[in-house]
């Protein structure tokens, strides 16, 4: 269903059924990381970043890591550092431990950003020279950094409003604690989440009755509220008698390629044997502003991500862990990325056809997490694998 802006509590979706390609795709590689917790990873062109737990001996346990960045052409990892050589550690650690689903990192271009724990601020790194242009906020913790392909770098608070902030860092004076650009032209801060895709930076904001979804175009200095929906039409979800849900609920990560925005809504109202709320995974075209569901309450969905045609998410099998999966948006062609039996695929990233995604429980142990990758073949070939798995399907007497 498309529909332009509305109450989103009022859209009624029908919605074709996703054709299943029964196959998951061989070619699995494994980034040669150098810790065997690695957080969420994010993945632009031939790159893929993220940041990491390190295993402290003295104390026993995993501490604040580091951002790394893996050439997936070379099959060359390196891990970020100060103009010294000095790894930069980042804040991500503590953070991740409350939240590991949160985006701490960005690469687009030839740009990465994330947050440091030098002096709670944030990097922004050059690939192509291997520049470093640190951007400090004397103080403040920031975190959900990300990068702009011009190495804007958009930066939350993590302190209350939290707000955000799109900088340039080559225009940041480090003395003055400034200048700041690129603010939004109504309200001068962003919300929550901040993601950015081209020229398209895009976040979470709300009000005591509704959820909120904004974008900002940097290049035409527009603001626009693409979503609104109530937060206060409540549901009984434990069956108390007591409503406790809204009926709808946006999720607060929100992603953008630069030309389109994906977003997964939970639907409290229809929830799966574990009372975990059904998804429906909705599409924004910022040109022609208007709202596609791509999924419809297909299974317990989440963490989407957006690249042209292609669309990644995690969905909750029945053992209650996650399989990643793709789905072609224009043929609705879903394709099985990683539904192994003993591990827990999550986090799904994804970049023209290069997925990259996180795995836990690698040798039984809940507490190892590698990153994974592999490009998607091209739809001719997706139709023979397709085709293949169906042939299997039928031997097997399924």
Avoid: C
Wanted: hydrophobic share 40%.
């Amino acid at each position: 269903m498309k529909a332009k802006w509305v109450l989103a509590l009022t859209l009624a979706a029908t919605v074709a059924t996703p054709t299943l390609a029964l196959v998951t795709l061989p070619g699995h590689k494994i980034v040669p990381a150098q810790t065997t917790w690695n957080l969420r990873p994010v993945v632009d062109g031939n790159h893929i970043a993220f940041g990491d737990y390190r295993f402290a001996e003295t104390t026993g346990s995993y501490i604040t890591g580091y951002t790394n960045l893996f050439d997936v052409t070379t099959e060359t990892l390196t891990v970020l550092g100060l103009e010294t050589g000095t790894p930069v550690v980042s804040q991500i650690a503590w953070v991740a431990a409350w939240a590991p689903w949160t985006p701490q990192v960005g690469v687009e271009g030839d740009y990465v950003g994330y947050n440091t724990a030098v002096d709670q601020g944030g990097m922004v790194y050059q690939i192509s020279t291997g520049t470093y242009m640190p951007i400090q906020n004397k103080g403040e913790q920031w975190h959900f950094a990300d990068v702009s392909p011009d190495g804007l770098l958009a930066i939350q608070d993590w302190e209350p409003p939290f707000v955000s902030q799109v900088i340039d860092p080559a225009a940041w004076d480090a003395d003055a604690d400034g200048p700041t650009v690129y603010r939004t032209p109504v309200g001068n801060e962003f919300g929550q989440a901040p993601r950015i895709g081209g020229d398209i930076v895009v976040w979470n904001g709300q009000t005591n009755t509704t959820y909120d979804k904004y974008i900002y175009n940097i290049a035409t200095n527009e603001k626009r509220l693409i979503w609104r929906s109530s937060r206060t039409n409540l549901v009984d979800t434990d069956g108390n008698g007591s409503k406790d849900k809204p009926a709808v609920a946006p999720v607060l990560i929100v992603d953008t390629d630069g030309t389109s925005v994906i977003m997964p809504v939970r639907i409290w109202t229809n929830r799966d044997a574990d009372n975990q709320a059904m998804t429906q995974i909705w599409v924004y075209d910022v040109a022609s502003d208007e709202w596609t569901i791509a999924l419809d309450q297909e299974g317990v969905d989440g963490e989407p991500m957006i690249s042209g045609d292609w669309m990644v998410f995690q969905r909750r099998n029945v053992g209650g862990d996650y399989d990643v999966w793709a789905m072609q948006i224009s043929t609705h062609t879903l394709v099985a990325i990683d539904t192994g039996l003993d591990t827990n695929a999550k986090y799904p990233t994804i970049s023209g056809n290069l997925i990259a995604w996180a795995v836990e429980g690698i040798n039984g142990d809940g507490n190892q997490r590698e990153i994974h990758y592999l490009y998607i073949p091209e739809p001719a070939s997706l139709g023979l694998l397709a085709l293949g798995g169906l042939m299997l399907a039928h031997r097997r007497g399924r």
